[in-house]
């Protein structure tokens, strides 16, 4: 609702009418507005008589031939004549004040990033003021009409006093302000909420992190459980992915190790290798006999 532009329009007008009944700095600062919007209003006509863009507008559609503005060869170096009527014109000022106007207008196209717009809007009104062209002098008319305008603002200003009594009502707002964070602690209610908001927040986002990681890790060991089961055919494999060695003609135990050659019964049930015993020259421990002389 609040970005409608009627609502919030209407509310403040609503808002700045009952303000201007009373006879308090807030009735003052927008009695002050109003009269400073319309002194605006009246010298703006001035404005457009000094820098007509309409001109500009129909040399652009119709393609008439240009009316040079500033009247010079050179728009950078152009300064007017004492004792005549030339218009006063800046081109820093004026490549400035269209360039914001620009990014303004393109800024708030629907449809377009904000901040796309208004770099592109900038950058195309600033190129386009510095054409000699009649392009160029409409968007330099444009330009100076808003650096006048800020003139008259800022005029009208220091006639009002706008800023000193903007002043004076922040600080009456911030008066009362003080006075009722003393009565109901205002200030550590919203330090509090704020904080539980925060503490929310960071509970959340803690536990979206630890669940990625719960499910990177769950993902890490089905993948290596796939890799292992990618080798397990034909039991050459364990469940740890790890390949078994051979276990044919019973050359390997149970738990992998591999057994001593058996054959001929050179070797005893634990693996041992029997010595010789052929000619009776060992005993029945394995020992060699000594020689019977």
């Known amino acids: 609702v609040l970005g409608r532009g009627a609502v919030p329009a209407g509310s403040s007008a609503v808002l700045f009418l009952l303000l201007s009944l009373s006879n308090n700095a807030f009735g003052e600062l927008a009695r002050a507005i109003g009269l400073a919007g319309i002194l605006l209003l009246r010298r703006s006509s001035s404005v457009r008589r000094r820098y007509p863009a309409l001109l500009h507008v129909k040399c652009v559609v119709t393609g008439r031939p240009r009316r040079p503005f500033p009247?010079?060869?050179?728009?950078?170096?152009?300064?007017?004549?004492?004792?005549?009527?030339?218009?006063?014109?800046?081109?820093?000022?004026?490549?400035?004040?269209?360039?914001?106007?620009?990014?303004?207008?393109?800024?708030?196209?629907?449809?377009?990033?904000r901040g796309l717009g208004g770099a592109v809007g900038a950058v195309?009104?600033?190129?386009?003021?510095?054409?000699?062209?009649?392009?160029?002098?409409?968007?330099?008319?444009?330009?100076?009409?808003?650096?006048?305008?800020?003139?008259?603002?800022?005029d009208i200003q220091s006639e009002l006093g706008l800023v000193g009594k903007c002043?004076?009502?922040?600080?009456?707002?911030?008066?009362?302000?003080?006075?009722?964070?003393?009565?109901?602690?205002?200030?550590?209610?919203?330090?509090?909420?704020?904080?539980?908001?925060?503490?929310?927040?960071?509970?959340?986002?803690s536990?979206?992190?630890?669940?990625?990681?719960?499910?990177?890790?769950?993902?890490?060991?089905?993948?290596?459980?796939?890799?292992?089961?990618?080798?397990?055919?034909?039991?050459?494999?364990?469940?740890?992915?790890?390949?078994?060695?051979?276990a044919t003609d019973d050359a390997y135990d149970g738990e992998g190790r591999r057994r001593p050659p058996s054959t001929d019964d050179a070797y005893d049930g634990g693996g041992r290798r029997r010595p010789p015993s052929t000619d009776d020259e060992y005993d029945g421990g394995g020992r060699r006999r000594p020689p019977a002389n």
């Open 71 to 113: 009247p010079a060869d050179n728009p950078w170096a152009y300064a007017p004549r004492e004792d005549s009527d030339d218009p006063e014109f800046k081109m820093v000022p004026s490549l400035a004040a269209i360039a914001v106007v620009g990014a303004v207008s393109m800024g708030s196209m629907p449809y377009i990033p």
């Open 124 to 154: 195309g009104a600033a190129y386009t003021a510095t054409l000699r062209s009649s392009q160029g002098d409409l968007a330099r008319t444009m330009g100076m009409k808003a650096v006048s305008m800020l003139h008259e603002l800022l």
């Open 167 to 205: 002043l004076q009502c922040t600080g009456l707002l911030y008066d009362k302000f003080a006075v009722l964070d003393r009565k109901h602690k205002i200030k550590d209610k919203v330090v509090g909420c704020a904080m539980w908001i925060y503490g929310k927040v960071s509970n959340a986002a």
């Open 207 to 246: 536990k979206v992190q630890s669940d990625f990681e719960g499910k990177e890790q769950v993902a890490e060991m089905e993948g290596a459980t796939g890799r292992g089961a990618g080798v397990e055919t034909d039991d050459d494999d364990d469940g740890g992915g790890r390949r078994r060695p051979p």
